[in-house]
């Protein structure tokens, strides 16, 4: 059992959450709480850190989390705020993913340029999964989603709602519209600079009010064929 807030593991964890460079390299983010953690595919989970007292009380959530012991790891009560929380490793996709993601229907891509703001990009990836968003382009100078603040606003619909970071994201615009994923003439005429732009209202209804208030910066368009 881990005792200190001094172990390499647990500075480890900490790095994870505190500094996207670490992210990056590491390709690896941490998730905290049962849902967040329960929800995650069990392919890739690195490490489960759970407290005692959680351990203790929570035995059919351990079970059924069905690790290994050399994924799971008890700690101290003191050692981290959250009764359970896991490293998992990132999954990487292209602009081609993207695109092609929703092959079996018509594509619904939401591109996201500059958006600094974590919780407003967490919530964008969670009503996108409810508005059936095949996929998501972000430009590489928006907020990083890896953030812990985006990963809680996400509620899980990280792990099941493609995105890439883009860094050449008018040419990745580009090639959507060469694949006819998006009609960029015919969107300007729609008000395509809008920070939300809601082209099928039916399946995104709402998700607009939440997303532009406070003067957060950037834009985001939902874009479809």
Do not use: H, W
């Not at 590491?26 to 690195?46: L, S, T």
């Not at 615009?173 to 009609?183: A, C, F, H, V």
């Not at 395509?192 to 406070?214: C, D, Y």
């Amino acid at each position: 059992m881990i005792t200190s807030t001094g172990s390499s593991q647990v500075k480890r964890v900490i790095q994870l959450q505190k500094k996207s460079k670490i992210r990056k390299e590491n390709r690896q983010f941490v998730v905290e709480g049962v849902k967040m953690v329960c929800e995650a595919p069990f392919d890739r989970i690195e490490k489960v850190y759970m407290s005692e007292r959680f351990a203790t009380d929570n035995e059919d959530f351990v079970k059924k989390l069905g690790m290994s012991d050399d994924k799971v790891e008890t700690v101290a009560d003191n050692v981290f705020a959250q009764g359970v929380m896991a490293v998992i490793n990132m999954k990487e996709y292209s602009v081609d993913d993207i695109i092609k993601a929703g092959s079996d229907r018509k594509p619904l891509i939401i591109a996201i340029e500059n958006l600094q703001d974590p919780g407003n990009l967490g919530t964008i990836v969670r009503m996108a999964e409810g508005a059936g968003v095949t996929g998501i382009v972000i430009s590489s100078n928006a907020v990083d989603i890896y953030n812990p603040k985006t990963i809680r606003s996400t509620m899980g619909s990280i792990y099941r709602v493609p995105f890439v970071y883009a860094a050449d994201f008018i040419g990745a615009i580009e090639l959507m519209k060469k694949n006819g994923t998006l009609d960029l003439a015919e969107r300007r005429k729609n008000q395509l600079f809008r920070k939300m732009m809601v082209l099928n209202t039916a399946r995104v209804q709402a998700i607009e009010p939440e997303l532009t208030s406070g003067g957060n910066q950037g834009y985001v368009e939902v874009l479809y064929s």
